[in-house]
């Protein structure tokens, strides 16, 4: 069990476009989500931590109007992209748990953007 | 502030060997950390965890050691295989990220 699926797995977008990026626990309830980026060669750096029926919480230099995070569900957070611009290329990568912070995160497969 | 890092940024090992993969950190609060696996082009997978009033654990062909007073965790790999190959990161808490070793397994 926990399964997190992410989608799309790959995705290229024009500079100015928005994109969004679903997140979805499959056989389990996750009251929280985090959303990570990670750069080629780098590790995983915490963008959002991502609460069921609440304003998600931005880690700092993360701008939230750009980044806009939607935990509507206790199955499904939504990352989207504003504006993207080319320096926004990135591996993003979501995870959720089934419990609380001293219980193994489940990651989503990732999501590679690409902006031309 | 807090940090988790790693020692060193790549691995090479013969295939057999045990593999020994380091991790610092700075918070000497943090009582829960979790090693990671990372294939290409996936996301991180669980390996093993530890609590902070463990010093040991040990699951299938991977052991987890927390030295609590120099504030370091390693990730032992017993009989390293060609599938090992990945990048390990270690967390603490379970959502912030060390740096990550590249271990790379030689036939």
């Known amino acids: 069990g926990a399964v997190v699926s992410q989608h799309p797995s790959r995705v290229i977008c024009k500079s100015g476009t928005s994109v969004k990026i679903e997140c979805r626990s499959l056989d389990f309830q996750a009251t929280t989500m985090f959303w990570y980026r990670q750069f080629p060669k780098q590790s995983l750096m915490l963008m959002a931590t991502s609460n069921e029926g609440s304003k998600a919480t931005y880690e700092q230099g993360v701008e939230k109007d750009k980044f806009l995070i939607n935990h509507a569900s206790l199955t499904l957070s939504t990352l989207t992209v504003t504006s993207a611009h080319p320096e926004d290329s990135s591996f993003y990568i979501c995870?959720?748990?089934?419990?609380?912070?001293?219980?193994?995160?489940?990651f989503g497969n990732g999501t590679r953007l690409t902006v031309t | 502030g807090e940090s988790v890092g790693l020692h060193l940024p790549t691995l090479s090992v013969q295939e057999g060997d045990n593999s020994i993969i380091n991790c610092a950190y700075s918070n000497s609060a943090s009582d829960y950390f979790i090693w990671y696996k990372q294939e290409s082009g996936k996301g991180p997978q669980f390996i093993i965890d530890?609590?902070?009033?463990?010093d040991k654990r040990q699951g299938q062909r991977v052991t987890v050691l927390l030295n609590k007073t120099v504030k370091h965790l390693s990730l032992q790999i017993a009989a390293t295989q060609p599938g090992d190959s990945a990048v390990y990161f270690c967390?603490?808490?379970?959502?912030?990220f060390g740096a990550g070793t590249r271990l790379t397994v030689k036939p």
């Open positions: 967390a603490e808490k379970s959502m912030r």
């Open positions: 530890i609590r902070s009033n463990m």
């Open positions: 995870s959720a748990t089934k419990g609380d912070l001293k219980s193994p995160l489940h």
